[in-house]
């Protein structure tokens, strides 16, 4: 048993930007199902979800377009055919949209004295909330529903940054506002010169090249400098050949936001390929990670090129894991032969670690990744591109973000601004449930919401144990009354799972599968393979 490694995933860097938008749609339509499932299962619309659901999945489907894609890029069935694809986004992201807006209502014009932080995950929560600017609150001195405090800042972005504390799994927190002072974290965030650090985790960056040349916790730089290098640097391919590959210039580097919760710190350069590139680097006092925001203005180029961000990490003896859906690779060692080894599809995260220290890396927006040096697309004397027969080792990956290097199918060129963002938390030993909840935590953030009618705020409407079981997904059944419960084992073992309904009445778990049929009354507790699933319908 393994993975077959497909080849042909590359090809969907030849449009970043719309692929980030439909990996973020699937995973917003997914929170906009809890949502309904939490507060208002009578006011699910499935049709319209269905629907939403479609453009998501034909959007991904494999060929972005014409079969002369690359030979006639101007011809007007080649535009026509990506005007066709890039419709089902828009209808996906227009969906997600209406569906967003029936259960989660804007925020009133008025000052704002009270806000609901919705958890849609199945394990509480702590973490960093962003209110939009256009949110006037009553004032930044906040507490939540328990008289806990709760630490704000207004951040150069004009939104409002809180930190909330043990929101409820499936469930909500309010936080109230009044005027006065805000609460400053117990551990906060600062910069120091071009040092930026949270608690025991510190990231510097260079001042010239703008590359993150180190990162500690308790101590230990996780950066590997070889040669000049480090985490987050912009590298650009002109042509196939990876040993002609630059990096950006003209560096400038400026502290946007000095704490007491969140500390930021941009990089603005120019780079090749493109007409600007700012690195946004951020940290949140009391969270033990390292956020970056990659915001690339692109130029339109026909010729063959691309783009990488490069993250090598010094861990020695590393294994590096791949979050593959519902699966965690090791390259090489989980593949099967004929496998693609110059990249690999990661759903949510990728990770470098050895038996005591690792790093794992959240990439929400751009999927590709490559493990010890860079795809080489070079042409052999038979005219085509040779692989690699092992995957790359070490503690080196890359973040694979743009090409066009594909003859047919896929966009010629991609111009235009396109952000990719990635989440750096350096950690122990490898705990994959661990994993899986770091990753889908950035995918999936936590919503602020104005008060209203369904769930009691500090409360849960269900309950999954133990945390090494996650609920990938709660949803209203399509048909009939009652909620449907996908559950993942991301332990290391066959797992019991134990579930508590919170809701209003004494409900039912049964077996069901992917059409939502009732079937018999769960046996509890549940077993659950490693790496294995279970659907039940509630009712």
């Known amino acids: 048993m393994g993975d077959l490694t497909p080849y042909w995933e590359d090809g969907a860097a030849s449009t970043a930007r719309e692929l980030a938008e439909n990996r973020n749609t699937a995973e917003q339509l997914s929170q906009t199902e809890t949502l309904y499932a939490l507060v208002d299962p009578a006011a699910y619309r499935p049709e319209a979800v269905s629907a939403a659901w479609r453009g998501v999945h034909l959007f991904d489907e494999h060929t972005w377009g014409a079969s002369n894609s690359i030979s006639e890029p101007d011809s007007p069935d080649v535009k026509a055919q990506w005007d066709y694809k890039l419709a089902f986004l828009r209808s996906a992201e227009q969906g997600e949209r209406t569906m967003r807006g029936g259960i989660v209502k804007p925020f009133p014009a008025g000052p704002v004295r009270a806000v609901d932080i919705f958890n849609t995950c199945s394990w509480p929560r702590t973490d960093l909330v962003l209110l939009p600017e256009n949110v006037l609150l009553a004032g930044l001195r906040a507490r939540d529903g328990r008289g806990v405090p709760v630490p704000a800042q207004r951040v150069s972005s004009g939104e409002t940054a809180l930190f909330v504390r043990d929101v409820p799994p499936f469930g909500c927190l309010r936080v109230r506002f009044e005027p006065g002072e805000p609460f400053s974290p117990i551990s906060g965030a600062s910069v120091s010169g071009t040092t930026i650090r949270s608690g025991?985790?510190?990231?510097?960056?260079?001042?010239?090249?703008?590359?993150?040349?180190?990162?500690?916790?308790?101590?230990?730089?996780?950066?590997?400098?070889?040669?000049?290098?480090?985490?987050?640097?912009?590298?650009?391919?002109?042509?196939?050949?990876?040993?002609?590959?630059?990096?950006?210039?003209?560096?400038?580097?400026?502290?946007?936001?000095?704490?007491?919760?969140?500390?930021?710190?941009?990089?603005?350069?120019?780079?090749?390929?493109?007409?600007?590139?700012?690195?946004?680097?951020?940290?949140?006092?009391?969270?033990?990670?390292?956020?970056?925001?990659?915001?690339?203005?692109?130029?339109?180029?026909?010729?063959?090129?691309?783009?990488?961000?490069?993250?090598?990490?010094?861990?020695?003896?590393?294994?590096?894991?791949?979050?593959?859906?519902?699966?965690?690779?090791?390259?090489?060692?989980?593949?099967?032969?004929?496998?693609?080894?110059?990249?690999?599809?990661?759903?949510?995260?990728?990770?470098?670690?050895?038996?005591?220290?690792?790093?794992?890396?959240?990439?929400?927006?751009?999927?590709?990744?490559?493990?010890?040096?860079?795809?080489?697309?070079?042409?052999?004397?038979?005219?085509?591109?040779?692989?690699?027969?092992?995957?790359?080792?070490?503690?080196?990956?890359?973040?694979?973000?743009?090409?066009?290097?594909?003859?047919?199918?896929?966009?010629?060129?991609?111009?235009?601004?396109?952000?990719?963002?990635?989440?750096?938390?350096?950690?122990?030993?490898?705990?994959?449930?661990?994993?899986?909840?770091?990753?889908?935590?950035?995918?999936?953030?936590?919503?602020?919401?104005?008060?209203?009618?369904?769930?009691?705020?500090?409360?849960?409407?269900?309950?999954?144990?133990?945390?090494?079981?996650?609920?990938?997904?709660?949803?209203?059944?399509?048909?009939?009354?009652?909620?449907?419960?996908?559950?993942?084992?991301?332990?290391?073992?066959?797992?019991?799972?134990?579930?508590?309904?919170?809701?209003?009445?004494?409900?039912?778990?049964?077996?069901?599968?992917?059409?939502e049929r009732r079937g018999k009354a769960a046996g509890f507790p549940i077993l659950i393979p490693s790496s294995g699933i279970a659907i039940l319908r509630i009712e």
């Open 200 to 515: 025991t985790v510190e990231a510097t960056v260079h001042p010239v090249s703008g590359v993150i040349s180190r990162l500690t916790s308790g101590g230990n730089n996780l950066v590997d400098s070889t040669g000049g290098a480090g985490l987050n640097q912009y590298i650009y391919v002109a042509g196939r050949d990876p040993k002609n590959a630059s990096s950006d210039t003209h560096v400038s580097v400026r502290v946007t936001d000095n704490g007491p919760l969140v500390a930021a710190i941009a990089i603005q350069s120019s780079p090749p390929g493109g007409r600007r590139l700012t690195r946004t680097v951020r940290m949140t006092g009391g969270v033990s990670r390292l956020d970056i925001i990659d915001t690339l203005w692109k130029s339109g180029a026909r010729e063959k090129e691309s783009v990488h961000f490069g993250f090598p990490f010094n861990i020695p003896g590393a294994t590096t894991r791949i979050d593959n859906a519902f699966a965690v690779i090791r390259p090489d060692s989980d593949q099967l032969p004929g496998s693609c080894r110059d990249y690999f599809c990661a759903q949510h995260w990728a990770d470098v670690s050895n038996d005591s220290t690792g790093v794992l890396i959240a990439v929400p927006d751009a999927p590709l990744i490559e493990t010890g040096t860079m795809t080489d697309e070079t042409q052999n004397q038979g005219g085509v591109r040779s692989w690699k027969e092992r995957a790359g080792r070490g503690g080196r990956i890359y973040s694979y973000v743009m090409n066009n290097y594909w003859h047919t199918n896929y966009k010629a060129d991609q111009e235009g601004e396109a952000v990719f963002r990635y989440a750096v938390t350096p950690h122990g030993a490898f705990d994959p449930a661990e994993a899986e909840r770091a990753g889908i935590g950035v995918s999936q953030p936590l919503i602020p919401a104005p008060p209203g009618e369904g769930l009691t705020p500090g409360t849960s409407l269900l309950t999954v144990e133990p945390s090494s079981v996650i609920a990938t997904s709660l949803k209203p059944a399509s048909e009939g009354k009652g909620w449907i419960l996908h559950l993942y084992n991301a332990g290391g073992g066959e797992t019991e799972v134990r579930l508590t309904w919170h809701g209003a009445g004494r409900e039912t778990f049964y077996e069901s599968d992917l059409t």
